[in-house]
T-cell receptor, first 111, second 111 residues
C-alpha cells in the first residue's frame, strides 16, 4: 500500500507563474519530508526538506509547506522557470532510515 | 560534495543472465539503498543496508540479492535476469537520518 501519494502525474505551468506540487501521506509516524527533482536519465537530486516540527521551509524560489493534521505537504516554485521542468518526487521517513517515495509529478514549465 | 557512482549507465542483458550492479559512495555513509524506478510507480525500495555485511529487504526484494563487503560499496545482484526486471536502478546513500544522495542510475534492459 502506497504510504506517500502524489495524485497528479503531470502539471503544466506558464513561465513566471507559481507551480504547486502536492503530496499526501498516510503514516502519522512520518516526521521528515523531502522533495527531489529528477531529470531523465539522471538520479534524483535533493531539493528541499522539512521536519515535522515546522510547517514551512524556504530556499530561494522553493517553499515546502507541511500540514500535519491533513497529512499533506506541498512544494511551491515561484517564479517557475523552464529549467524547472522535471519529475518531482516527495519522500517521507519515520524515526528510522528508510524513505518512502511518491510516484512523482512531471512538471512542464512553458516558456 | 557527496559522490555516489554506479558502475554502468546503460546495460543490456539476456534473460537468465546473472547481473551485477555496483554502487560506490565516498562520504563514509552508513546507509545505502537500492531502488528501481518505473513509470507510474515511483521509486520502490529493493534492499538497503545499515552497515557492512548487514542487509534488509525493502518492498520488492524478490529476484534480487545484495552484497556489502565494504562500507563504501553496495552491490545489487540479479541472480537470473528476467524481462520484468527491465528498469532504471538507482543507488542512494545517507548518514543516519539525513538526506539521501543518489547516483546517476543504471538503465537495464533485459531481452
Amino acid at each position: 500500500d502506497q504510504q506517500v501519494k502524489q495524485n497528479s502525474p503531470s502539471l503544466s505551468v506558464q513561465e513566471g507563474r507559481i507551480s504547486i506540487l502536492n503530496c499526501d501521506y498516510t503514516n502519522s509516524m512520518f516526521d521528515y519530508f523531502l522533495w527531489y527533482k529528477k531529470y531523465p536519465a539522471e538520479g534524483p537530486t535533493f531539493l528541499i526538506s522539512i521536519s515535522s516540527i515546522k510547517d514551512k521551509n524556504e530556499d530561494g524560489r522553493f517553499t515546502v509547506f507541511l500540514n500535519k493534521s491533513a497529512k499533506h505537504l506541498s512544494l511551491h516554485i515561484v517564479p517557475s522557470q523552464p529549467g524547472d521542468s522535471a519529475v518531482y518526487f516527495c519522500a517521507a521517513s519515520a524515526s528510522g532510515n528508510q524513505f518512502y517515495f511518491g510516484t512523482g509529478t512531471s512538471l512542464t514549465v512553458i516558456p | 560534495d557527496v559522490k555516489v557512482t554506479q558502475s554502468s549507465r546503460y546495460l543490456v542483458k539476456r534473460t537468465g543472465e546473472k547481473v551485477f550492479l555496483e554502487c560506490v559512495q565516498d562520504m563514509d555513509h552508513e546507509n545505502m539503498f537500492w531502488y528501481r524506478q518505473d513509470p507510474g510507480l515511483g521509486l520502490r525500495l529493493i534492499y538497503f543496508s545499515y552497515d557492512v555485511k548487514m542487509k534488509e529487504k525493502g518492498d520488492i526484494p524478490e529476484g534480487y540479492s545484495v552484497s556489502r563487503e565494504k562500507k563504501e560499496r553496495f552491490s545489487l545482484i540479479l541472480e537470473s535476469a528476467s524481462t520484468n526486471q527491465t528498469s532504471m536502478y538507482l543507488c542512494a546513500s545517507t548518514a543516519a537520518r539525513e538526506t539521501q544522495y543518489f547516483g546517476p542510475g543504471t538503465r537495464l534492459l533485459v531481452l
